[in-house]
């Protein structure tokens, strides 16, 4: 069955109302904030006496300010309570918040605009950690890449028309100051009738005693994030993201007035095209991922952040036009498209990038914890922010161009990505079977939502090819631990892949009886722990496209943990150049080409009870025959 887009999610209950009510918010805080700061650039003198370029730190600041102090309360509330009536109570925050900004609009009191804005930084640090929090309680595992795609589409989508409604509405005379006014009560009152149609969320905590202390209790979630060193890894890796956005965006203004020459035009259509290509990066997550959660992903959009970031700053530093410029004749110049190309990398990248990280945390995060996991993931987003404000500043401070900054940040960002990917090898492990997989070959996977989504079970197969393990892993939503033979396991690359996917190395008993005895005992092991452990049953690779037979090893592993085991079935694999196929093994690989097709077909599970060698086999062979 062909998966479904993930623009299906969109005339969903489960996910549409969600959708749009933070989509609203979005765009609410942007078309608010944007709008204060364009009025008190360009009309101070009737607003206030104080110095604008104060006022333009002290705004992005108290925006974030509530992030810092409140997250962590934030994330305690959601996890304790039903996050619907969660949602409809932050947007009934932001009515009231945007009928004090409208009084504050129409009387020129500029503190309460400010006042607003914290308010606003509170309503979305209430919303936050419910917001990723959701997603897993209502989506499929294969569901979430997607999701979380189109989320961060809208998000971006959202930033992108607020900033561009709010400075074009507020300047608008003689009622600018009232469309904004009523336009973001309006937006507001909106998104409160959107949630009220998100349907009910469980607490998943709702016994939890909430600790008012923000600073004990920020420390105790990045302590308690800490303890699964993946998921943390994924917090500061999604931070940086934002440290690394941060920076771009920020020099965004004086970069379009300064080095590129242009107008308030120009610096629109650098921020137009960033936040597309943020969109297209995210979209194109659940395609490129086979519809699971793929973090070989993120190597991938660390790079392209690194490459696309180096070459803005070549770009920039070939941009010839002299003269200041408009919109149109900025886009009839040449270098003008190579710098839009880079920014338009630069988003698509970061999409790619962000996108499975969430998906990640979401996945392998405790989900008695989930939304406290996000609110310190807020908190670090913060923390990052503001010392990516600090080091603009220093860097600026220093002598460094703004393309130099870009320069700087794009080396950081490739000595970010060795850090976490050595840390966990995790990453780089299934960027390349990734690669492998989906550039030398086409890869199906059908039923794959048999494969447990939490829990344990053992997974059977067919072993045709050197490249088994490897179809199964790129098609597997879950980590799998593989038994395999331990002289697989001694050959080059690919004794570094399975050491990282923990593979359980066995020998045959007249071999090493005592090896076989440990591998069953860590088998065991794994499945105490809740792991998927995959074996191939027929023992060596098929010498002739069938079957060898199954061998008994499956009744020890379950007398031991009766747990569910699941039949799948690969085919498309034989033949090729890593089968052992009689024939020249070049002639196999230009006789199949490259681009083959291959396919893992995942069966129903089996009660332990009945998993016998002669049935499991039964069971595969009739995989490999029929037609999904």
């Given at each position: 069955m062909k998966p479904k887009s993930q623009f299906s999610l969109l005339l969903q209950r489960r996910?549409?109302?969600?959708?749009?009510?933070?989509?609203?918010?979005?765009?609410?805080?942007?078309?608010?904030?944007?709008?204060?700061?364009?009025?008190?650039?360009?009309?101070?003198?009737?607003?206030?006496?104080?110095?604008?370029g104060m006022l333009n730190q002290i705004i992005p600041g108290l925006f974030i300010l509530p992030f810092l102090l409140f997250s962590a309360t934030a994330g305690q509330i959601a996890d304790r309570v039903e996050k619907g009536n969660l949602a409809r109570a932050v947007k009934l925050l932001e009515i009231f918040i945007m009928g004090v900004a409208a009084f504050g609009w129409f009387e020129h009191q500029v503190w309460l605009l400010i006042a607003a804005v914290a308010g606003m930084g509170l309503h979305s640090t209430l919303f936050g950690p419910m917001k990723y929090a959701y997603l897993p309680q209502h989506l499929k595992t294969d569901e979430l890449i997607g999701g979380n795609g189109v989320v961060e589409m809208g998000t971006f989508v959202g930033i992108l028309l607020g900033q561009i409604i709010g400075a074009m509405l507020v300047v608008h005379q003689p009622w600018g100051i009232h469309m904004v006014a009523f336009g973001s009560l309006g937006l507001a009152i909106l998104g409160?009738?959107?949630?009220?149609?998100?349907?009910?969320?469980?607490?998943p905590v709702p016994e939890l005693k909430i600790s008012w202390n923000p600073l004990a209790e920020t420390v105790r979630n990045i302590r308690f994030s800490m303890q699964n060193r993946t998921v943390f890894l994924a917090l500061l890796g999604n931070s940086w993201f934002w440290f690394y956005g941060a920076i771009v965006l920020a020099q965004m203004p004086q970069y379009a007035k300064v080095n590129l020459h242009g107008d308030y035009s120009i610096f629109v259509i650098l921020l137009a095209v960033f936040s597309v290509g943020v969109g297209l990066g995210s979209l194109m997550c659940e395609r490129l991922s086979g519809h699971k959660v793929e973090i070989g992903l993120v190597p991938f959009g660390s790079a392209g952040l690194t490459v696309f970031g180096i070459d803005l700053y070549l770009s920039s530093t070939a941009y010839s036009y002299a003269g200041n410029v408009e919109l149109v004749s900025f886009l009839q110049?040449?270098?003008?498209?190579?710098?839009?190309?880079?920014?338009?990398?630069?988003?698509v990248?970061?999409?790619?990038?962000?996108?499975?990280?969430?998906?990640?945390?979401?996945?392998?995060?405790?989900?008695?914890?989930?939304?406290?996991?996000?609110?310190?993931m807020n908190i670090l987003n913060s923390l990052f922010m503001v010392v990516a404000a600090v080091s603009a500043m220093f860097m600026l401070q220093f002598g460094l161009t703004i393309p130099q900054i870009f320069?700087?940040?794009?080396?950081?960002?490739?000595?970010?990505?060795?850090?976490?990917?050595?840390?966990v090898p995790e990453f780089s492990m299934r960027f390349l079977v990734w690669i492998i997989i989906h550039t030398i070959h086409r890869v199906r996977g059908f039923d794959l939502e048999r494969i447990p989504q939490t829990g344990p079970a053992v997974l059977v197969c067919n072993h045709v090819s050197y490249l088994d393990a490897l179809v199964i892993t790129a098609c597997s939503p879950r980590p799998i631990r593989f038994v395999?033979?331990?002289q697989i396991l001694t050959m080059p690359f690919f004794s570094w892949i399975f050491k990282i996917c923990k593979a359980?190395?066995?020998?045959?008993?007249?071999?090493?009886?005592?090896?076989?005895?440990?591998?069953?005992?860590?088998?065991?092991?794994?499945?105490?722990?809740?792991?998927?452990?995959?074996?191939?049953?027929?023992?060596?690779?098929?010498?002739?496209?069938?079957?060898?037979?199954?061998?008994?090893?499956?009744?020890?592993?379950?007398?031991?943990?009766?747990?569910?085991?699941?039949?799948?079935?690969?085919?498309?694999?034989?033949?090729?150049?890593?089968?052992r196929n009689k024939d020249n093994p070049f002639e196999r690989a230009f006789r199949r080409g490259l681009f083959s097709r291959l396919e893992l077909v995942v069966g129903e599970s089996v009660e332990s009870g009945r998993a016998n060698p002669e049935f499991l086999q039964q069971r595969v062979m009739q995989l490999r025959r029929v037609q999904p």
């Open positions: 996910f549409a109302p969600f959708f749009w009510a933070q989509f609203l918010g979005a765009l609410n805080d942007n078309v608010f904030k944007i709008a204060l700061v364009t009025i008190l650039t360009f009309d101070t003198l009737n607003w206030t006496t104080m110095d604008i409160a009738v959107m949630s009220w149609k998100i349907p009910d969320s469980p607490a110049h040449a270098d003008s498209w190579r710098i839009l190309f880079d920014i338009l990398g630069i988003g990248f970061g999409g790619l990038y962000i996108v499975p990280l969430f998906a990640l945390i979401q996945t392998r995060c405790d989900p008695d914890h989930m939304s406290r996991t996000i609110a310190g320069l700087v940040t794009a080396l950081l960002n490739a000595l970010m990505a060795l850090y976490i990917f050595s840390r395999m033979d331990r359980i190395p066995v020998a045959a008993v007249n071999e090493d009886p005592r090896a076989t005895e440990r591998a069953f005992a860590e088998i065991d092991q794994a499945l105490r722990e809740g792991d998927l452990v995959c074996i191939f049953l027929e023992g060596p690779l098929t010498r002739d496209g069938g079957s060898n037979m199954f061998r008994t090893g499956i009744q020890k592993i379950i007398e031991r943990s009766p747990v569910p085991v699941v039949p799948m079935a690969l085919r498309g694999l034989w033949g090729s150049i890593y089968s």
